[in-house]
């Protein structure tokens, strides 16, 4: 049988039965995976939006996994969220190897990979134990740790229970690793999993690796010529981040401390340099750490009260620092690593590449050679001291294009929202992408029956305290009509403590703020109670899943166009300008688009889902652009007064 005929005998054999007990043969499936052969047999890369439920992990990984067992080569799942590849580990690949194995009688092989600072280092944490360089109020836990190592060496962060700061002891760290003349080399986590990597058909990872893996001259993973990305719509966020670079001034000051910092057996200034040296090296250090002060001083006073400054003029005040670091690097270029013990020789090396890594990165910000960067300042959230130095490259398409589209055979972009008014335009231009087959899989779920989109046409300014006042409102109408269970979405934090100020001990549900704790932690606890309202800023609208009765209703506060005073936003403006562009249509509503399909995506998760999703930014129907994202989301019956919707939410739950 060829590629197609296994795919159609899979889909409707009845062989997924045997792994999928209420597995019901779905036509979309079928299309998508036929799609994306199609397109790598015919050298095309492909991209496909597939709406929710339409079963789209087994449509590509069936032809995913074909075709590398039929062209012997490697393919990449590159994904945004744990939970995806969890899902693809546990659930998905198996199915796939088991259906692929009774029909064809061959073996899918599959490995997951990591950051190998996600795997155990023996050589750590038995050097940890050794000299007793580990916080003493954690010793259970490390000798729990080592005997769990020692038994199964093949494990990850994931596998143990370590706490925080006791994984950053024990954890590999590529710089500190004697990867090739390490003792432990035949217990090593990492090299077991490498090996694991290299024999596997499949390599599931996320994008920051993937991305990461082009930073590194694609020299952290086995190569392969083929990739599936999937949550596809966060690829040029991520990109931007993985290649651009943020200097942490107060991480910066810890590194220097630590190489002065007297321990058992000396400082490690002390123990690689000469006797001799010792002296003008505490002036250069002391020199340095005192530049790391000043400049923090000089960028706070910079930032102000604002939390983000773009910065415009190359970063002269830290030139002083700049310099400092030189001399710190010339110094170390004094130390005879040959002369070494091996541990020492990479503590060393790890230190020093950290520090030429920081000096030049913060040489591009204080000279600005590179203007295809953007440039800025940003307060580390909940420190009114630490200032971070952030540059990134604005034209990632073209990076992309190269190191991506170019340089792997076939690649398919997968997401559920990925089309701006069934237009794929926008994504293809966010990666340089201009050779693909398209194609839109809608959801199969009945929207009309399973979800009722209420809009406000309360035509008040979005920026107005009138405009909180009259959401909270509605807001709690809504919360109150079905009975708790809701999500409500914002674009800034200030909205959010304003609104949950105003409507915290005016409702009967518990509030679950985001601006409390981290976004994890939070989930966690309204996931947990019986009831709840969970409110929620940019990392809830997309990448978490809340079926059944968990989500009764979305509230969106406002269409999420991205802040206007964002660095990267405000140059992202000014180069479609400069290229004669209208950024708004090009660039600021399509964006916002695919983040209320996202939104909106929250709701209905399962075929048995109904609810609730409430826009109450009037400018969706009052503004020309309103009608693209009306076009743009579900077939929804729509309503616009809160009487409609109490009526239309009662019909729809009888």
Not at 49 to 68: I, N, R, S, V
Not at 645 to 650: D, G
Request: hydrophobic content about 40%; overall charge negative; charged content about 25%.
């Amino acid at each position: 049988m060829d590629i197609n005929e296994i795919i159609h005998t899979v889909f409707t054999d009845g062989v997924l039965l045997n792994y999928i007990p209420d597995y019901e043969y779905r036509a979309i499936q079928e299309q998508m995976a036929d799609a994306i052969i199609t397109a790598w047999y015919n050298e095309k890369h492909c991209i496909i939006e597939a709406g929710t439920g339409t079963g789209k992990t087994l449509g590509y990984l069936l032809p995913a996994a074909l075709f590398a067992m039929h062209e012997d080569v490697k393919v990449a799942i590159v994904t945004e969220t744990k939970a995806l590849q969890q899902q693809l580990m546990l659930n998905d690949l198996p199915i796939i190897a088991n259906a692929i194995r009774d029909i064809t009688g061959t073996s899918l092989t599959y490995a997951l990979c990591l950051g190998s600072n996600n795997y155990p280092c023996y050589r750590r944490l038995q050097n940890a134990i050794d000299t007793g360089s580990f916080d003493k109020s954690k010793e259970k836990e490390i000798y729990h740790v080592h005997d769990v190592v020692t038994k199964q060496p093949a494990l990850t962060r994931f596998d143990i229970m370590a706490g925080e700061s006791l994984w950053h002891t024990i954890c590999r760290e590529s710089q500190l690793c004697p990867i090739h003349t390490c003792k432990y080399k035949n217990r090593c986590s990492y090299i077991l999993a490498k090996k694991n990597w290299q024999e596997a058909n499949i390599l599931v990872m996320n994008h920051y690796l993937f991305f990461s893996n082009i930073a590194a001259s694609k020299s952290l993973v086995p190569d392969f010529k083929v990739v599936v990305f999937d949550e596809a719509h966060s690829i040029e966020r991520i990109a931007s981040n993985q290649l651009g670079f943020a200097i942490n001034t107060e991480q910066l000051k810890e590194n220097l401390e630590h190489i002065i910092r007297r321990r058992k057996g000396g400082a490690l200034l002390e123990r690689v340099l000469t006797y001799d040296m010792i002296s003008e090296a505490m002036e250069v250090f002391d020199n340095a750490l005192r530049q790391v002060q000043l400049s923090k001083k000089i960028l706070n006073d910079i930032v102000k009260n604002l939390q983000t400054l773009r910065l415009r003029n190359p970063l002269a005040e830290c030139l002083p620092l700049l310099k400092a670091l030189e001399e710190v690097l010339r110094l170390f270029e004094k130390a005879e690593p040959e002369t070494m013990d091996e541990d020492l020789r990479l503590e060393y090396e790890y230190h020093k590449a950290s520090i030429m890594d920081i000096w030049h990165d913060l040489g591009m910000a204080v000279f600005m050679d590179e203007e295809s960067y953007v440039y800025w300042l940003e307060k580390e959230k909940n420190s009114q001291v630490n200032i971070f130095i952030c540059g990134q490259p604005l034209d990632v398409a073209s990076i992309i294009h190269k190191e991506v589209l170019d340089y792997y055979d076939h690649c398919c972009f997968v997401s559920g929202t990925l089309s701006v008014n069934n237009s794929f335009e926008y994504f293809k231009q966010s990666i340089g992408c201009d050779n693909a087959d398209t194609l839109i899989l809608s959801s199969p779920f009945n929207f009309t029956t399973q979800s009722v989109l209420f809009i406000d046409t309360n035509d008040i300014d979005p920026n107005s305290e009138e405009f909180i006042d009259a959401s909270v409102a509605r807001l709690t109408f809504i919360v109150n009509m079905v009975k708790g269970r809701c999500l409500v979405l914002f674009t800034s934090y200030t909205m959010l403590i304003g609104v949950y100020e105003k409507m915290n001990d005016t409702i009967p549900y518990k509030i679950f703020s985001q601006h409390r704790v981290n976004a994890s932690t939070i989930l966690h606890e309204y996931i947990t109670c019986s009831n709840g309202v969970l409110f929620g800023t940019h990392s809830f609208w997309q990448g978490i899943d809340l079926p059944g009765d968990l989500v009764r209703a979305v509230i969106i506060m406002k269409l999420p166009f991205e802040a206007p005073d964002s660095p990267v936003v405000q140059a992202k403006i000014e180069k479609i300008q400069k290229e004669g562009g209208n950024p708004f249509m090009k660039y600021q509503l399509p964006y916002a688009v695919l983040l209320l399909k996202q939104g909106f995506g929250r709701l209905i998760r399962k075929s048995t889902d109904k609810g609730v999703v409430a826009i109450l930014d009037s400018r969706i129907v009052t503004k020309a652009y309103g009608k693209i994202f009306l076009a743009s989301l579900p077939e929804a019956k729509k309503v616009y007064t809160l009487e409609e919707l109490e009526k239309a939410y009662t019909a729809m739950m009888m």
